[in-house]
C-alpha cells in the first residue's frame, strides 16, 4: 500500500520514511522534455503566432521530431523567426502556458519528498529565455534548465541562473544526463528521462543503456519505431506511455513509472 506521493511506503508494516537516515536517501535524476511532454503546446509556434509565423515554426518542429533533420540544421531559422518576441509576450505565454495534469505535482512530490532527493532538469529543445521563466513562474525554480540558447537575452541574471547547458542539438540531452550524474552521483537504476519524439530518442536510449529508465510519454511514431529497433534488454528499459486520439495525456502516469522504479531500489536496502 503507498500514498500519493514519494514520501511514505508501507513496508512490512511501517512507512520507509521511519526506517532510514537522511544520508541514506536515494539520489535520483529526473530530466524531462518539454514541448508535447509536459505540455500539449508547440511552445516555439506559440510564441510567433501573434507575428503570423505559426505554421513556418510548426514546419521546422515537424522535420526534426521526424527525424527527418537534426535540430541543429533547423536551430538559426528558428531563432530568426523568434527575433520578433519581446519580454512582455514571453512573461505573459510562461504564465499561461498549459501543462499536462500530473505535472506540478509530480515534481512537488519529487522535491518535497523525504525520502529520495531527487535532482531535475527541463531538458529539450525549447527555447532557454521561455524555459527558465517557465522554471521559475510555474516549477518555483525547481528545475535546472538545458534548452536552445534563444531569448535568454530577455531574461535577468537572477532567471539565468538555472541554466546549465545549452541544447543546439538532440544528442546534447544525452551530455545533460551525463552532467547531473557526475555532479550528484545517483544510483545507476534511478536515472530517468521522459520525451515524446525523435529528438528525446538519444537520451532515452542513453537513461537506458546506463541502467535507469527512459519514459517515451506518448511517443511520435518516428520514436516508437526507433524503439523498436533497439537491443531488447536496452528496450526493455524504455517504458512506453500511450494515448488515444480521444485521452488527454496525463503526466501522472510517468510518476508512476518513476515511483515504481525508486521504491523497488528502497526495498532492496531493506
Not at 515534481?107 to 531538458?123: E, I, M, P, Y
Not at 538555472?162 to 540531452?173: G, N
Not at 532515452?204 to 519514459?215: D, F, M, Q, V
Not at 502516469?253 to 526495498?267: G, M, P, S
Amino acid at each position: 500500500m503507498r500514498d500519493h506521493g514519494f514520501s511514505g511506503y508501507l513496508l512490512y508494516g511501517r512507512t520507509y520514511r521511519h526506517m532510514r537516515h537522511d544520508d541514506e536517501r536515494p539520489k535520483i535524476i529526473v530530466t524531462t522534455d518539454v514541448n508535447g511532454t509536459t505540455t500539449p503546446d508547440n511552445t516555439f509556434g506559440e510564441l510567433v503566432r501573434p507575428d503570423g509565423l505559426f505554421d513556418q515554426m510548426e514546419d521546422l518542429m515537424k522535420a526534426y521530431t521526424s527525424g527527418s533533420c537534426r535540430f541543429s540544421s533547423v536551430l538559426p531559422r528558428m531563432k530568426q523567426l523568434a527575433a520578433g518576441v519581446g519580454r512582455v509576450r514571453l512573461e505573459s505565454y510562461a504564465r499561461g502556458m498549459p501543462l499536462y495534469n500530473g505535472v506540478i505535482s509530480t515534481f512537488d512530490d519529487l522535491s518535497q519528498s523525504g525520502n529520495v532527493d531527487a535532482k531535475c532538469a527541463l531538458s529539450t529543445t525549447g527555447f532557454a529565455g521561455l524555459m527558465a521563466l517557465v522554471n521559475k513562474i510555474r516549477h518555483r525554480s525547481l528545475f535546472s534548465v538545458a534548452a536552445s540558447p534563444v531569448l535568454a537575452d530577455l531574461l535577468s541574471r537572477e532567471e539565468k541562473s538555472c541554466l546549465i547547458r545549452p541544447i543546439t542539438d538532440e544528442e546534447e540531452k544525452v551530455q545533460v544526463i551525463d552532467d547531473l550524474i557526475s555532479l550528484y552521483r545517483p544510483g545507476k537504476c534511478n536515472i530517468f528521462h521522459i520525451g515524446d519524439t525523435m529528438g528525446d530518442f538519444p537520451a532515452l536510449k542513453h537513461a537506458a543503456e546506463l541502467g535507469g529508465t527512459g519514459i517515451a510519454f506518448n511517443p511520435n511514431e518516428p520514436l516508437r519505431a526507433s524503439i523498436s529497433r533497439l537491443p531488447r534488454d536496452i528496450r526493455t528499459r524504455i517504458r512506453e506511455i500511450n494515448f488515444t486520439d480521444q485521452e488527454t495525456p496525463d503526466y501522472t502516469k510517468v510518476c508512476d513509472i518513476i515511483r515504481e522504479a525508486v521504491w523497488k531500489t528502497l526495498r532492496t536496502r531493506l
